[in-house]
């Protein structure tokens, strides 16, 4: 099967490419990594970038390239800057798949679609209607109209999938960071929070993806993805602590004395993902293709430890 990948070179992407690797891969994207050696396309996804040579007599676009979230962005109109890769720049690549006959474009979108946090124990379906607040969220909520029109106006098969936070060996930002105080095993004043959220480990999600290249049942849905286990921060930081052989080393302090803190000092986005819940029902998931997570949350927490000893 030739199936063309986009960001190959990110957090997801990398893994995705070593999972599939048996077929004719394309990868496209602005550099390749020293160690794949699979076909290389160098574009950029915008509007304007012409994808037919890379295209042709593709079988399915699995398109994970993204301008990613920050908390803090930097551009003059983060929006406009969203769109131009994650709106116009999918579309234009999409566009000219289905021009081309591919039969299926999967789009890693995000859980960002439907919001930044659920109530107790209403977990966000994919049959939701869409509620993102930032930038980001709006962007990738953009494409998947976009997407969806184009599979109606062209019969190419869409499929898209949102995940919520992945983690995994290489992860980065505030997971990377939890990783490291796991280590050195401080004292932290994270022993009761009581919330419950969902996240995603990498080999969960690249399994879920693999899943829907072929599937027929995929065909043109929207799938939520998780370990299928929702955990608070306190359940998480003695996983992680656990993992890295340590005894945990938690001090109970209330949740309402962060979300105090949070409001004293401007943080309160920060202190939302550490008390707040975002959980996702993936039902759906598992009924349509018959899919479950094949990695525990204690095995996907272990193994961004083993990856780095």
């Given at each position: 099967?030739?199936?063309?990948?986009?960001?190959?070179?990110?957090?997801?992407?990398?893994?995705?490419?070593?999972?599939?690797?048996?077929?004719?891969?394309?990868?496209?994207?602005?550099?390749?990594?020293?160690?794949?050696?699979?076909?290389?396309?160098?574009?950029?996804?915008?509007?304007?970038?012409?994808?037919?040579?890379?295209?042709?007599?593709?079988?399915?676009?699995?398109?994970?390239?993204?301008?990613?979230?920050?908390?803090e962005d930097a551009a003059a109109d983060p929006l406009a800057a969203y769109r131009v890769v994650n709106v116009d720049g999918t579309l234009n690549?999409?566009?000219?798949?289905?021009?081309?006959?591919?039969?299926?474009?999967?789009?890693?979108?995000?859980?960002?679609?439907?919001?930044?946090?659920?109530?107790?124990?209403?977990?966000?379906?994919?049959?939701?209607?869409?509620?993102?607040?930032?930038?980001?969220?709006?962007?990738?909520?953009?494409?998947?109209?976009?997407?969806?029109?184009?599979?109606?106006?062209?019969?190419?098969?869409?499929?898209?999938?949102?995940?919520?936070?992945?983690?995994?060996?290489?992860?980065?930002?505030?997971?990377?960071?939890?990783?490291?105080?796991?280590?050195?095993?401080?004292?932290?004043?994270?022993?009761?929070?009581?919330?419950?959220?969902?996240?995603?480990?990498?080999?969960?999600?690249?399994?879920?993806?693999?899943?829907?290249?072929?599937?027929?049942?995929?065909?043109?849905?929207?799938?939520?993805?998780?370990?299928?286990?929702?955990?608070?921060?306190?359940?998480?930081?003695?996983?992680?602590?656990?993992?890295?052989?340590?005894?945990?080393?938690?001090?109970?302090?209330?949740?309402?004395?962060?979300?105090?803190?949070?409001?004293?000092?401007?943080?309160?986005?920060?202190?939302?993902?550490?008390?707040?819940?975002?959980?996702?029902?993936?039902?759906?998931?598992?009924?349509?293709?018959?899919?479950?997570?094949?990695?525990?949350?204690?095995?996907?927490?272990?193994?961004?430890?083993?990856?780095?000893?």
């Amino acid at each position: 099967m030739n199936i063309v990948v986009t960001g190959h070179t990110g957090f997801v992407g990398q893994a995705l490419v070593n999972a599939i690797s048996e077929h004719s891969l394309r990868l496209v994207g602005r550099r390749k990594l020293p160690e794949q050696t699979e076909k290389f396309y160098e574009k950029s996804i915008n509007p304007k970038t012409d994808f037919s040579d890379c295209l042709e007599s593709a079988d399915v676009v699995i398109h994970a390239a993204a301008r990613v979230h920050v908390m803090e962005d930097a551009a003059a109109d983060p929006l406009a800057a969203y769109r131009v890769v994650n709106v116009d720049g999918t579309l234009n690549l999409a566009s000219q798949a289905a021009a081309l006959g591919v039969k299926r474009f999967i789009f890693i979108s995000s859980i960002k679609v439907n919001g930044e946090g659920t109530l107790p124990a209403r977990p966000y379906t994919p049959f939701d209607q869409t509620n993102a607040s930032d930038p980001y969220g709006v962007s990738k909520a953009e494409a998947e109209v976009g997407l969806k029109q184009i599979a109606a106006d062209t019969g190419m098969e869409v499929v898209v999938i949102r995940p919520p936070l992945v983690y995994g060996p290489g992860v980065k930002a505030n997971f990377a960071a939890m990783l490291k105080f796991a280590k050195k095993n401080l004292p932290l004043p994270l022993g009761a929070i009581h919330n419950c959220r969902s996240m995603v480990a990498l080999d969960n999600l690249v399994d879920l993806i693999i899943t829907c290249i072929d599937h027929p049942k995929a065909a043109n849905q929207t799938f939520l993805v998780s370990d299928d286990r929702d955990i608070s921060t306190t359940e998480l930081l003695q996983m992680m602590t656990r993992a890295a052989g340590k005894k945990p080393w938690l001090i109970p302090l209330p949740m309402s004395w962060f979300k105090l803190v949070g409001k004293l000092t401007g943080k309160r986005a920060i202190v939302d993902r550490l008390c707040g819940n975002l959980q996702v029902d993936i039902r759906h998931t598992k009924d349509t293709l018959g899919w479950k997570p094949p990695v525990s949350v204690e095995e996907g927490i272990s193994r961004c430890f083993a990856a780095s000893k």
